[in-house]
């Protein structure tokens, strides 16, 4: 696969989008512009529309993984609502830790996936999820991206996306690359961890991923196969 892009960071991050659907054999040639409908989406169900949100559907924009590309970005429609947890993200480790236990993530997953849901209209920090009687999708996300980072695991990556190809809101997740697969992590609606292959095409469509620092948004682009 031959990928152009500014930073080596950004490559980096589209190999592992594109690992996950086992996609190869393609040249990523992205067009100049982004549309309109990518600056701002709706929530899933379980959480808050991002301001200025349009009001046109998504769906005629919303493309698989294997015909997007990820964009290094400085902002998103969500981050003033995110400036709660930016904290959180911007923690960096002190341990480096690659082969952390699927069970012990697993473990985590269900903790949170006990707690009952309770939407929220804020981004709720990882100490307010576990002392509250409910949490959302955007608080159990949070608090499993900072277990998981105090943890030692690297490549991980809160997302916010659709759940599904025909879900009219969006969803927030985490997605974990590993030398053993790429995972979904969706401590709202899973009790486990799932390979990304097993996911299918059509669920779990990232539209927005912040790792640390960093920030993405998928642009529209053009994949050319090449023989």
């Known amino acids: 696969m031959l990928v152009s892009f500014s930073t080596s960071g950004d490559r980096e991050f589209f190999r592992a989008v594109l690992n996950r659907f086992g996609i ?3 040249r990523a040639e992205l067009e100049d512009g982004t549309p309109a409908a990518y600056r701002s989406h709706n929530y899933y169900d379980y959480c808050e529309p991002a301001a200025g949100q349009p009001s046109q559907s998504l769906s005629s924009h919303l493309r698989s993984v294997a015909e997007s590309v990820f964009l290094n970005v400085d902002s998103t429609p969500y981050d003033r609502q995110m400036s709660r947890i930016q904290p959180v ?6 341990t480096h830790n690659e082969n952390l236990s699927l069970g012990l993530v697993n473990h985590w997953i269900q903790d949170l996936r006990g707690i009952p849901y309770g939407f929220s209209s804020e981004w709720k920090t990882p100490a307010e ?23 030692g695991a690297q490549n991980v990556r809160l997302v916010i996306g659709r759940r599904t190809s025909t879900s009219r809101k969006t969803h927030a997740w985490i997605e974990w690359t590993t030398d053993s697969g790429n995972y979904v992590l969706d401590p709202t609606i899973n009790w486990s961890a799932y390979r990304s292959a097993d996911v299918g095409n059509h669920s779990y469509l990232p539209l927005y991923a912040y790792a640390g620092s960093r920030k993405y948004r998928v642009a529209a682009g053009t994949l050319v196969a090449k023989n």
């Open 24 to 26: 190869s054999g393609f």
């Open 89 to 94: 993200l911007f923690t960096k480790s002190s």
């Open 129 to 151: 999820v576990e002392s509250a009687t409910f949490a959302d999708c955007k608080g159990k996300a949070v608090a499993l991206y900072q277990k998981m980072y105090s943890s």
